[in-house]
């Protein structure tokens, strides 16, 4: 059973409340699962979360009528760069996952997909999901990570089968160079992934490295995962 799915993170914590603390509800749930049309999660729900039920953003899309497909061109809060930082918001706040509504559809305005007959355009909001999902997959568990520079937002998960992905977002019109410590960790083998208004998800980098540190260049208004392995 889910609990309360509500149209926004808000209003999830005020049916929390009631559910939880006034109807003593609180073991009568498997998961914790809202919407972010209303308001999207400023904290954790950990403090009504008693017996720490998953988190899980349950519903959101655009819901406009104008097609957004871009990257990071106008700055509209549809594009793909704005979707990236979206989600690394809802993820540091201790979120298990989070749904897009609209996968596909004939009609050009939520989706991620517009399909009509043989033809199809792809949003860069699927690339911004992409960068986080292609990667840290089913069975995950996202680590802690930390970083000081006020442009570049970072996650980290570790996979079931030991492999480290590591989505970097870099906000500043210019690029940035990070240097990583991975405090001890076996993987030494990287692959990065590019996303940017000129890449989708590209392979661009591949590299060996010792000691669980390097160092890489982030493209200005990207997103770039690291996905790291042990070969």
């Given at each position: 059973?889910?609990?309360?799915?509500?149209?926004?993170?808000?209003?999830?914590?005020?049916?929390?409340?009631?559910?939880?603390?006034?109807?003593?509800g609180?073991?009568?749930f498997?998961?914790?699962?809202?919407d972010?049309?209303?308001?999207?999660?400023?904290?954790?729900?950990?403090?009504?979360?008693?017996?720490?039920?998953?988190?899980?953003?349950?519903?959101?899309?655009?819901?406009?009528?104008?097609?957004?497909?871009?990257?990071?061109?106008?700055?509209?809060?549809?594009?793909?760069?704005?979707?990236?930082?979206f989600?690394?918001?809802?993820?540091?706040?201790?979120?298990?996952?989070?749904?897009?509504?609209?996968?596909?559809?004939?009609?050009?305005?939520?989706?991620?997909?517009?399909?009509?007959?043989?033809?199809?355009?792809?949003?860069?909001?699927?690339?911004?999901?992409?960068?986080?999902?292609?990667?840290?997959?089913?069975?995950?568990?996202?680590?802690?990570?930390?970083?000081?520079?006020?442009?570049v937002?970072?996650?980290?998960?570790?996979?079931?089968?030991?492999?480290?992905?590591?989505?970097?977002?870099?906000?500043?019109h210019?690029?940035?160079?990070?240097?990583?410590?991975?405090?001890?960790?076996?993987?030494?083998?990287?692959?990065?992934?590019l996303?940017d208004?000129?890449?989708?998800?590209?392979?661009?980098?591949?590299?060996?490295?010792?000691?669980?540190?390097?160092?890489?260049?982030?493209?200005?208004?990207?997103?770039?995962?690291?996905?790291?392995?042990?070969?």
């Amino acid at each position: 059973m889910s609990c309360c799915h509500s149209t926004g993170a808000r209003q999830q914590r005020n049916l929390l409340y009631q559910f939880n603390l006034v109807a003593g509800g609180q073991q009568l749930f498997d998961i914790n699962t809202y919407d972010d049309y209303q308001s999207d999660v400023q904290r954790p729900f950990d403090d009504l979360l008693e017996y720490s039920q998953p988190e899980l953003e349950h519903e959101w899309s655009d819901g406009g009528s104008d097609w957004t497909p871009t990257w990071d061109v106008s700055g509209n809060k549809f594009e793909g760069f704005q979707w990236a930082i979206f989600l690394h918001n809802v993820f540091r706040k201790n979120e298990e996952g989070w749904f897009n509504w609209w996968c596909t559809w004939s009609s050009p305005d939520a989706p991620l997909i517009v399909v009509n007959g043989t033809d199809y355009q792809v949003a860069a909001r699927l690339w911004a999901m992409s960068g986080y999902f292609r990667f840290a997959r089913p069975g995950a568990v996202r680590i802690y990570s930390s970083n000081d520079v006020e442009e570049v937002y970072v996650t980290a998960w570790e996979n079931a089968n030991g492999t480290l992905a590591i989505p970097v977002i870099n906000a500043a019109h210019y690029p940035y160079t990070i240097n990583v410590n991975l405090a001890g960790s076996p993987v030494n083998h990287a692959v990065a992934y590019l996303t940017d208004n000129s890449h989708n998800g590209t392979a661009t980098d591949r590299f060996s490295f010792e000691g669980g540190r390097f160092s890489a260049q982030v493209e200005p208004r990207s997103m770039k995962t690291y996905f790291l392995s042990h070969v």
